[in-house]
């Protein structure tokens, strides 16, 4: 059985993909603010902002789930703004939340990773993949997510000699709540977004690749979208 380690499986892209795994005969541990009420799903309760909670779920996860398959870095938020009225703490908040917490959570399982050969999903955006329209009072989420960008690079790098992988995934759009709960702005329009349960298929599918294949960076967006 494989255990699936996900961060924000509470709402969203997350729970989709865990909700797929789970249903899918896979031990699944979400990492987040709010358990998951549903299923066979185990919680660490983590504010990935916060250093002790992650250095806690760091702990949680070497002692009780050392042999996981799979990580997926998938927790994030917009920390939406103009740029004048931009605030130290939301910026601050949004590197924690989006670049720090993923990037320091792999660095940190990085023995486990290389020794159970397990795959690394980043949950990027194509938001830092250029610039387009769209972009305007999003810097904070499309510099921290080229950060998570970067650092995929270099652990990739790490893991090139192992049987450890690292997926990087340029996401689009997709039916979310993200953008509602970070400024207010309520999706008016969700049948043209992409929806989770569609992605959820698309990212079990590559965790499930013959492991002689490595998909290092996929774009996945609207049909029409290619920037
Ligand atoms: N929505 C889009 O259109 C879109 C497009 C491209 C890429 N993406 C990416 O897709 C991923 C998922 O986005 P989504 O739209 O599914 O978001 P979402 O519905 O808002 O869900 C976000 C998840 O992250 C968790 N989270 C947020 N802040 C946290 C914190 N401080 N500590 C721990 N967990 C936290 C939330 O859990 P708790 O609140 O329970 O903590 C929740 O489970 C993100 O990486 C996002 O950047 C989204």
């Known amino acids: 059985m494989k255990t699936i380690l ?3 499986a509470s709402d969203g ?22 358990n998951c009420e549903w299923g066979e799903v185990d919680n660490i309760k983590c504010d990935l902002s916060k ?3 992650l250095e806690n779920a760091i702990s949680i996860i070497k ?23 931009l605030e130290y703490e939301k910026f601050e908040n949004t590197w924690k939340i989006n670049t ?21 999903i980043n949950i ?13 009072n999003q810097l904070a989420y499309c510099a921290s997510k080229y950060g ?15 049987r450890a992988r690292l997926v990087h995934v340029y996401m689009g759009g997709f039916q979310s709540k993200m953008h509602e709960k970070d400024y207010g702005n309520v999706m008016t329009d969700p049948e043209n977004w992409m929806k989770p349960s569609d992605l959820a298929d698309i990212i079990f599918n590559i965790i499930n690749i013959p492991k002689q ?9 609207r049909k029409g979208r290619r920037g």
């Open 6 to 8: 996900i961060t924000g």
């Open 13 to 34: 892209l997350g729970k989709a993909i865990a909700k797929k795994c789970s249903e899918n005969g896979m031990r699944v541990v979400n990492i987040s603010r709010t």
């Open 51 to 53: 250093k002790e909670d």
């Open 63 to 85: 002692e009780k789930y050392s042999d996981f398959d799979v990580l997926i870095n998938n927790a994030a938020i917009v920390g939406y703004g103009a740029l004048e009225d």
């Open 100 to 120: 720090i917490s993923p990037l320091y959570l792999t660095a940190k399982l990085i023995g486990l990773i290389k020794a159970n050969g397990s795959d690394v």
């Open 124 to 136: 990027g955006t194509t938001h830092s993949q250029h610039a387009h329209p769209g972009l305007e």
């Open 148 to 162: 998570l960008r970067g650092g995929s690079y270099n652990i990739g790098a790490e893991l090139k000699n192992t």
């Open 213 to 221: 294949i490595e998909i290092s960076e996929i774009t996945i967006n």
